[in-house]
C-alpha cells in the first residue's frame, strides 16, 4: 500500500503549468559533472575570483554597522520594498557616474531605481511582469542560458539575432522584426534582451552606435506592436571592464530611453556574488508593477546586505577593491590568453575579451562541441570542462547550427588550474581535430 501511495507522490500531474513545463538548467548538469570528479578542471563555473572576495573589508563593514546597537537593530530589522533609500541614491549616482557622457538625466533618479537579491532576480520578476505565454522576447543568440530558462518557463517564445563583433546584427534584426510585423505576431513582442557589456558567453560588448540603431529600429516598430517594446540592457559585467578598456555609455544616455530602456546591474559581480545585491533602473509603472511582484516573493531585500553594500560605496572600499579586481582579471584573462595560444590548435576561432569572466572559442563546424559530443566526453576524460555553446541559444534555432562553440571562464580557476586546464582542453580539441581532418 506504501509503495502505491508513494507511486502516485511522483507523478507530477498535480504541479502548475509551470511547474511540469519548468526544466532543469543545464548548470546543475554541470554541476553534477563536478561533484562526481572532484579532480576535474572547471573552466565552466561562472563564479568569481574567490581569493579577491573582499574579506577583510567586509569584516571592517560588519564591525563598523554592528557597532551602535541602534545601526545594528535599524539593519536587523524588515526594510522596503524598493530597497533601502540611502543606497538606491548610490545606485543612481554609480550608473550615472560610468555614463558621464548622459545628458543629465531624468534616467538616474532614486525613485527609479529598485533593488534586488542579485540582479537575477530582476530578470525573473521583470519578466513575470511583462510576459504570458506565447508573448515574444528578442534575444541575442547566443545569450546567457539562466535567462533563457526564465523564458522556457513562463512558455514566453524567443526569437533569435545572431551577433557580430560589436553587438546584434541590424540587418537581421530588421528581417526578424519585419517578418514579425507581417505575420501579426509583432502585437506579440514585449522586449529585446541585451547584455551589453562583455556579454554572456561571447565577451563581445555592444557599440554606442549599434546601441543607437537598436533603440531606433525597434520603437520603430512599436506603432505595429500596438504597445511599448522595452529594451532590457543587461549590465551584468559592466564595471568589470579591464582597466585600459574604454567606457561605453549605456543605452539610458540615449535620447528617448527613459520610457523603452530598462537598465539592470548587480553589486554581486563587483563586490562578493555572496551578497547578491542586484539593481535596476526602469521606468515608473514597469516599476511599480515589478515591486508588487517582488512584495509578494519577499517584502524587500535583505537589509542587512544592503547596509554592507551602502558602507562599501560610502567609505570608498567598494571603488578600491573594484579597481584591484579589473586588474586581477585582466591579468588572468591574458594567462589565458598565452595558454590558449600555445594550446589550441589553428583551426579553432578565439578572440580574448576587454573585460568580464569569458572567453568563446569556436571550433570547425563538424566538430561538435555538445555535451554527448567526443570533444566534450574527451574533455572529461582529460579532466576539464567547459560549457557547450548549445546551451546559450535559445530553442527557437536550429541547434545543429550552434553545435561547435564553447564558452570557457577564467573567473574562478587559479593560474596553476588555467594553466592545466587549458592544455587538457588544447589536447582533446588537437585529437578531435586531427580525427576530423
Ligand atoms: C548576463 C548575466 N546577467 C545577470 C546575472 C545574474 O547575476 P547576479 O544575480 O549575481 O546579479 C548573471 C550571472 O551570471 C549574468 O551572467
Not at 519578466?127 to 542560458?145: H, Q, R
Not at 554527448?372 to 567547459?386: G, I, Q, T
Not at 594553466?419 to 588544447?426: A, W, Y
Amino acid at each position: 500500500m506504501g509503495s502505491k501511495n508513494n507511486a502516485s507522490y511522483n507523478d507530477q500531474a498535480h504541479f502548475s503549468e509551470l511547474g511540469r513545463r519548468i526544466e532543469a538548467p543545464p548548470i546543475a548538469w554541470l554541476m553534477e559533472q563536478k561533484l562526481k570528479h572532484p579532480d576535474l578542471i572547471s573552466l565552466a563555473a561562472g563564479f568569481t575570483d574567490s581569493p579577491s572576495l573582499p574579506v577583510k573589508e567586509v569584516q571592517t563593514i560588519f564591525a563598523k554597522i554592528t557597532k551602535s546597537n541602534k545601526r545594528a537593530m535599524e539593519c536587523l530589522q524588515y526594510g522596503v520594498g524598493a530597497g533601502r533609500d540611502q543606497l538606491r541614491q548610490q545606485t543612481a549616482e554609480q550608473v550615472a557616474g560610468l555614463d558621464v557622457s548622459a545628458p543629465e538625466g531624468p534616467c538616474y533618479k532614486p525613485d527609479r531605481v529598485i533593488i534586488t537579491h542579485g540582479s537575477q532576480q530582476f530578470l525573473y520578476l521583470l519578466t513575470e511582469a511583462l510576459c504570458d505565454e506565447n508573448d515574444i522576447v528578442l534575444v541575442e543568440a547566443p545569450s546567457y542560458f539562466v535567462y533563457l530558462g526564465i523564458l522556457q518557463s513562463f512558455d514566453t517564445k524567443t526569437r533569435s539575432v545572431p551577433m557580430d563583433s560589436d553587438g546584434m546584427n541590424l540587418e537581421s534584426l530588421k528581417k526578424t522584426l519585419e517578418e514579425l510585423r507581417q505575420s501579426g505576431e509583432i502585437r506579440k513582442v514585449k522586449m529585446l534582451y541585451l547584455v551589453s557589456y562583455f556579454q554572456n558567453p561571447t565577451g563581445i560588448s555592444t557599440s554606442l552606435e549599434k546601441k543607437k540603431a537598436i533603440l531606433r529600429l525597434v520603437k520603430s516598430y512599436e506603432k505595429h506592436a500596438g504597445h511599448p517594446i522595452y529594451i532590457l540592457e543587461d549590465a551584468a559585467y559592466r564595471e568589470l571592464k579591464f582597466p585600459d578598456t574604454p567606457e561605453t555609455p549605456s543605452m539610458l544616455t540615449l535620447p528617448g530611453a527613459r520610457q523603452r530602456v530598462i537598465y539592470s546591474g548587480t553589486y554581486s559581480k563587483s563586490f562578493a556574488t555572496g551578497i547578491r545585491i542586484g539593481f535596476a533602473l526602469l521606468p515608473s509603472p514597469l516599476r511599480t508593477v515589478v515591486m508588487r511582484i517582488k512584495g509578494n516573493h519577499d517584502f524587500g531585500t535583505a537589509n542587512l546586505l544592503q547596509s554592507i553594500l551602502e558602507e562599501a560605496l560610502d567609505s570608498g572600499l567598494y571603488q578600491s577593491h573594484l579597481n584591484r579586481l579589473q586588474s586581477r582579471y585582466q591579468s588572468k584573462a591574458r594567462h589565458m590568453q598565452k595558454c590558449i595560444q600555445r594550446s589550441f590548435p589553428d583551426e579553432i576561432e578565439w578572440a580574448g575579451p576587454a573585460g568580464g569572466l569569458y572567453f568563446w572559442a569556436k571550433a570547425p563546424k563538424n566538430i561538435s562541441t555538445g555535451p554527448r559530443s567526443p570533444l566534450f566526453k574527451k574533455a572529461l576524460k582529460e579532466r576539464v570542462m567547459y560549457v557547450p555553446g548549445v546551451y546559450t541559444y535559445a530553442k527557437d534555432l536550429n541547434t545543429h547550427d550552434c553545435d561547435n562553440a564553447m564558452r570557457i571562464s577564467f573567473g574562478n580557476a587559479s593560474l596553476e588550474d588555467i594553466r592545466q586546464g587549458i592544455e587538457r582542453l588544447g589536447s582533446a580539441l588537437n585529437a578531435q581535430c586531427s580525427r576530423k581532418k
